[in-house]
């Protein structure tokens, strides 16, 4: 079987590391998770390249720079519970999982959030929990969390996940129309009280749900 080793350390260097990621443990964990196995065999070999791959049912597996970018700006700390909206193929719960205590990883289509366990449970990350369901509703059961990131482009924050935070915690999620998004940080500043910014022009697949984006919307 062909070693990638080689392929992500160059990927972090030349994809990422230059665009200014600095934080140290998001580029490790970008250097030891085996990308490639979270696609499949056809598209493998294009695994560490600089754009988004399909995984089926119509999503993606993120561009790795996206997936770093969004890693570093929650401020991930190791005693964190965080909270991920759209699954996908489980790539970016993974990476988080080598960054903090405990993720809840959430998606609609029961057959990606199948795989994902899969590819977990292959590489013994044993402090991801998966779920299948509306994300856009979170998961109020094992709320409040330290951080909520969304892999998905909705037309506003849902007010949901906003009132699972906790006071300090933070939010990251694409926000906009089908051509044109940015990547925007809440930060839960007070009980009823959050500071928002944005970051950079982005191109997710929509956030579908109730506090989302209707199918007939998108």
Request: aromatic share 8%; net charge negative; charged share 20%.
């Amino acid at each position: 079987m062909r070693d990638f080793s080689l392929d992500r350390a160059k990927m972090v260097r030349d994809q990422i590391e230059r665009r200014g990621i600095k934080h140290p443990g998001v580029l490790a964990a970008m250097r030891e998770v085996p990308r490639h196995l979270f696609v499949s065999m056809e598209y493998q070999s294009e695994a560490y390249a600089d754009y988004p791959l399909p995984i089926g049912f119509g999503q993606t597996i993120s561009q790795p720079y996206i997936v770093a970018l969004m890693t570093e700006l929650i401020q991930p700390d190791p005693q964190d519970c965080v909270l991920e909206i759209g699954t996908g193929s489980g790539y970016q719960a993974a990476v988080l999982s080598q960054l903090v205590r405990q993720v809840h990883s959430i998606d609609r289509h029961a057959e990606l959030v199948k795989g994902a366990q899969r590819i977990a449970d292959q590489l013994e990350l044993t402090n991801i929990q998966f779920h299948v369901g509306d994300g856009s509703l979170g998961l109020p059961e094992h709320a409040p969390y330290d951080a909520i990131l969304i892999t998905a482009a909705a037309p506003q924050v849902p007010k949901p996940l906003l009132t699972q935070l906790k006071v300090g915690g933070r939010l990251i999620l694409p926000v906009g129309e089908r051509w044109q998004q940015k990547l925007e940080r809440w930060i839960r500043t007070a009980e009823e009280s959050f500071d928002h910014d944005q970051d950079i022009p982005v191109s997710f697949v929509p956030l579908l749900g109730e506090f989302g984006w209707s199918e007939s919307d998108w």
